[in-house]
């Protein structure tokens, strides 16, 4: 069992950067793959960013390469997702998320059996 919770959103300027944290506690964190999704009013969640579990190998959504950059410090059972060149349509709640997906599956929702509360991007023109 592992209990995820978010950190670091917040309301920002276009072209801003925000660092969204994740802090997990209870089972073994380094084990687990670890995800960000996002979901704006009225939409479908999204697949962001996720990070294997041994760190070496990182997924990024079409709409955020290049501005996005996921990471994961084990010791500390935090994971991270560096938010640069903001834009308004990056406005949503982002969510972390940890499980056991591989290859070509780590942008699926039903791979991850853990779930943050999420927290809000919010981003102004």
């Known amino acids: 069992q592992v209990q995820l919770v978010e950190s670091g959103g917040g309301s920002v300027q276009a072209g801003d950067s925000l660092r969204l944290s994740c802090k997990a506690s209870g089972s073994t964190f380094s084990a687990y793959a670890l995800g960000w999704f996002r979901q704006a009013p009225g939409t479908e969640r999204e697949f962001v960013a996720a990070?294997?579990?041994?760190?070496?190998?990182?997924y990024y959504g079409d709409s955020v390469k290049g501005r996005f950059t996921i990471s994961r410090e084990n010791e500390r059972n935090t994971f991270y997702l560096q938010m640069k060149s903001l834009k308004p349509e990056d406005t949503a709640v982002y969510y972390c998320a940890a499980g056991y997906p591989s290859g070509q599956l780590y942008p699926r929702e039903r791979e991850y059996d853990y779930w943050g509360q999420g927290t809000q991007v919010t981003v102004s023109s």
């Open positions: 990070i294997s579990w041994t760190g070496r190998n990182t």
